[in-house]
């Protein structure tokens, strides 16, 4: 029964090394956390409330992960992405403890007005972006902007 837990942490111990060794190698964060999230075993057992319990709790260890690589120090940038997943997965962890995973059948409408409406503005976008051609002189050369008037001697 403990053998996969066991084995899914002793590679995160092997990921958590690299990390503690190099804080510049800052993506080891992700696997070690994966591994360890895969690793705590099942709370409850069979029933519909365990179950929902071991899905919240995976989701939560995998925003936990992400807000690690936020705010661990490592590597010359800042990692203020990690916050968007870690976000994401916080928000599915409580759809998932809260057993309101009906609320996500709702994206099945959503999802394709919101890919219309985003085409939508990108054709009225584009086509609003009228360019008014350059002024020309009587003889064919670009005329010169005003800037470009008092600065000539």
Known sequence: MWGGSLFLGSIRLGFAAVYLRDHERWWAIIPAGVMLTLAVPAVGGASDAGARASGALFFAGLALT???????????????????????????????????????????????????????????????????????????????????????P
Not at 91 to 117: C, K, Q
Request: proline share 8%.
């Open 66 to 152: 992400f807000v690690l690589v936020a705010v661990l120090p490592g590597g010359p940038g800042r990692r203020r992405w990690a916050w968007i997943p870690a976000g994401a997965l916080a928000v599915l962890a409580v759809l998932v403890a809260l057993d309101a995973t009906a609320l996500l059948s709702v994206l099945n409408y959503l999802w394709p007005l919101a890919l219309i409406a985003g085409g939508g503005l990108l054709l009225w976008r584009a086509l609003g972006r009228r360019h008014t051609p350059e002024p020309v002189d009587s003889s064919g050369d670009r005329a010169p902007a005003a800037c470009e008037e008092s600065s000539s």
